[in-house]
């Protein structure tokens, strides 16, 4: 059971616009903590892909965006392209654990 | 750029003790104040934070594991460590070492990840 909250799966056709949403609580992300995104491939490590409110490192196309009000968090992608099929996953810092925690992540299927 | 690097058995048996070493290469482990961390990866798929070591010498491990688990600096050889003790069938999982900027930013850099097997 993980502290923050996914869809196990979302699924959209090339050229679509999907969003994955990340539920936590007061402890986290309503606490006022950056909620950051990852997307892992198969067989490889995550990738941050959206850092807090919407900061994107370089070489992430701006199709991916991130946004956060009270506890919960969306990350949208629009013109859904078939390299964007992948394990996404949401991650704040928790007060409560003084550490990290995780979304149960989301697989995203591009049909 | 600084890479990181695991490494360390990949079969463990139960009742023993567990054992990674993340190797930092293109900068010092001591420059910086940085979150070295553990964080590892079920079959099933979920993330679990294991804790993390600041630059300082300070730990911080999750609750659920902090009876069995330690990490450690070795700024001699640039090297971060976890043992996690007493491991049974539920500790196995893909164990990556990573790094953050301090506690509320995002986890930058990541180990490539070893798999580390619990079975007699």
Same mark, same amino acid.
């Given at each position: 059971?993980?502290?923050?909250? @996914?869809?196990?799966?979302?699924?959209?056709?090339?050229? @679509?616009?999907?969003?994955?949403?990340?539920?936590?609580?007061?402890?986290?992300?309503?606490?006022?903590?950056?909620?950051?995104?990852?997307?892992?491939?198969?067989?490889?490590?995550?990738?941050?892909?959206?850092?807090?409110?919407?900061?994107?490192?370089?070489?992430?196309?701006?199709?991916?965006?991130?946004?956060?009000?009270?506890?919960?968090?969306?990350?949208?992608?629009?013109?859904?392209?078939?390299?964007?099929?992948?394990?996404?996953?949401?991650?704040?810092?928790?007060?409560?654990?003084?550490?990290?925690?995780?979304?149960?992540?989301?697989?995203?299927?591009?049909? | 750029?600084?890479?990181?690097?695991? =490494?360390?058995?990949?079969?463990?048996?139960?009742?023993?003790?567990?054992?990674? &070493?993340? &190797?930092?290469?293109?900068?010092?482990?001591?420059?910086?104040?940085?979150?070295?961390?553990?964080?590892?990866?079920?079959?099933?798929?979920?993330?679990?934070?294991?804790?993390?070591?600041? =630059?300082?010498?300070?730990?911080?491990?999750?609750?659920?594991?902090?009876?069995?688990?330690?990490?450690?600096?070795?700024?001699?050889?640039?090297?971060?460590?976890?043992?996690?003790?007493?491991?049974?069938?539920?500790?196995?999982?893909?164990?990556?070492?990573?790094?953050?900027?301090?506690?509320?930013?995002?986890?930058?850099?990541?180990?490539?990840?070893?798999?580390?097997?619990?079975?007699?």
């Amino acid at each position: 059971q993980s502290v923050l909250t @996914q869809p196990p799966s979302v699924s959209g056709a090339p050229g @679509q616009t999907v969003t994955i949403s990340c539920t936590g609580s007061i402890s986290n992300i309503g606490a006022g903590y950056d909620l950051h995104w990852y997307q892992q491939l198969p067989g490889t490590a995550p990738k941050r892909l959206i850092s807090g409110n919407n900061n994107r490192p370089s070489g992430v196309p701006d199709r991916f965006s991130g946004s956060q009000s009270g506890t919960s968090s969306s990350l949208v992608i629009t013109g859904l392209q078939a390299e964007d099929e992948a394990d996404y996953y949401c991650q704040a810092y928790d007060r409560r654990l003084s550490g990290w925690v995780f979304g149960g992540g989301t697989k995203l299927t591009v049909l | 750029q600084v890479q990181l690097q695991e =490494s360390g058995p990949g079969l463990v048996k139960p009742s023993q003790t567990l054992s990674l &070493t993340c &190797t930092v290469s293109g900068g010092s482990i001591s420059s910086g104040g940085y979150f070295w961390s553990w964080i590892r990866q079920y079959p099933g798929k979920g993330l679990e934070w294991i804790g993390y070591i600041y =630059s300082s010498g300070t730990t911080y491990y999750n609750p659920s594991l902090k009876s069995r688990v330690t990490i450690s600096l070795d700024t001699s050889e640039n090297q971060f460590s976890l043992r996690l003790n007493s491991v049974t069938a539920a500790d196995t999982a893909v164990y990556y070492c990573a790094r953050a900027g301090y506690y509320g930013s995002a986890i930058v850099l990541w180990g490539q990840g070893t798999l580390v097997t619990v079975s007699s």
